[in-house]
């Protein structure tokens, strides 16, 4: 009887492993047979490279969108991660015991709010304090950067907290053996051991910030042009998508399934960027 359970739950394992693939496989499927031929069509050079966005008129140029993700994607990652990762540090080595009970419980509820209510924060706050210090109307490459700065934080936080609670204490304690203080030893001893899982944190966050949509939408500006400065609106390739999906036919919807394709191709690219990083920072 306990070998029949153990082969059954084997079995149980097993599937659910292949319905795991089999769905990944299947939206590779989708993606790539309706996306490519579009591509075909328009044109690789034109499709990629191309500044003008104008289904009307048949120019299907996503450059900008492309841009506008990665800008976006950037300002991100430059306004939440060095946060992210210091209170990460502080609520495992420098927060007391009262405090982390109420700073942990409000991080994991940052986690748990829905990105249209971080899109109606930015739009009710953000976007309105953007306006009054540097003028425009305040949807802008720089509010979406500060908006997803924020929702990436959970996930930079609760990766890297437990990658810094997961190194040996013996690398904190010999630090201190040899003279070091509680904060060098922190960040000279613990911290490198924990730049494995502090980067997956980073990567997890970075996929979070590229692959956000409606929250970016309600703050972006969504102007589907050249970014030309960051008070100016830009449109992401998660924005293009939706925007124009639910009335596009014809090309300008093979287009645009054509553009998940690119936004798929940049999600491989950085999750193979940091197996390559992982590899390296564990050999």
């Known amino acids: 009887m306990k070998n029949l359970k153990e082969q059954l739950m084997h079995l149980a394992f097993l599937l659910s492993a292949c319905v795991s693939i089999l769905c990944v496989a299947m939206i590779c499927v989708f993606l790539f047979v309706n996306g490519i031929p579009a591509i075909g069509k328009i044109g690789v050079f034109q499709f990629l490279a191309?500044?003008?966005?104008?289904?009307?008129?048949?120019?299907?140029?996503?450059?900008?969108?492309?841009?506008?993700?990665?800008?976006?994607?950037?300002?991100?990652?430059?306004?939440?991660?060095?946060?992210?990762?210091?209170?990460?540090?502080?609520?495992?080595?420098?927060?007391?015991?009262?405090?982390?009970?109420?700073?942990?419980?409000?991080?994991d509820l940052l986690a748990g709010i829905p990105s249209v209510v971080y899109g109606f924060f930015g739009m009710v706050v953000i976007v309105p304090v953007v306006s009054q210090l540097f003028g425009g109307s305040g949807k802008s490459m720089l509010t979406a950067s500060i908006l997803l700065g924020i929702m990436i934080l959970p996930t930079i936080i609760g990766v890297s907290e437990s990658a810094i609670n997961a190194v040996p204490s013996?690398?904190?304690?010999?630090?201190?053996?040899?003279?070091?203080?509680?904060?060098?030893?922190v960040f000279f001893a613990t911290l490198p051991a924990a730049k494995s899982g502090i980067l997956a944190g980073v990567i997890l966050g970075v996929g979070r910030a590229i692959g956000e949509t409606m929250a970016v939408i309600m703050v972006a500006g969504n102007q589907a042009r050249m970014p030309k400065g960051i008070l100016e609106g830009v449109r992401t390739m998660t924005a293009n998508i939706v925007l124009e999906m639910g009335y596009a036919t014809d090309l300008h919807r093979e287009a645009l399934i054509a553009t998940a394709v690119v936004l798929f191709v940049f999600i491989l690219i950085i999750n193979l960027s940091f197996s390559i990083i992982s590899r390296k920072a564990n050999a």
Request: net charge positive.
């Open 50 to 107: 191309g500044e003008k966005w104008k289904p009307g008129n048949n120019l299907y140029g996503i450059l900008p969108m492309i841009l506008g993700s990665i800008y976006v994607t950037a300002g991100a990652v430059i306004i939440g991660v060095p946060i992210g990762i210091l209170t990460a540090v502080f609520m495992s080595k420098f927060c007391p015991r009262r405090i982390y009970k109420v700073v942990k419980p409000a991080i």
């Open 170 to 185: 013996s690398y904190y304690e010999g630090s201190l053996a040899l003279g070091a203080s509680h904060e060098r030893s």
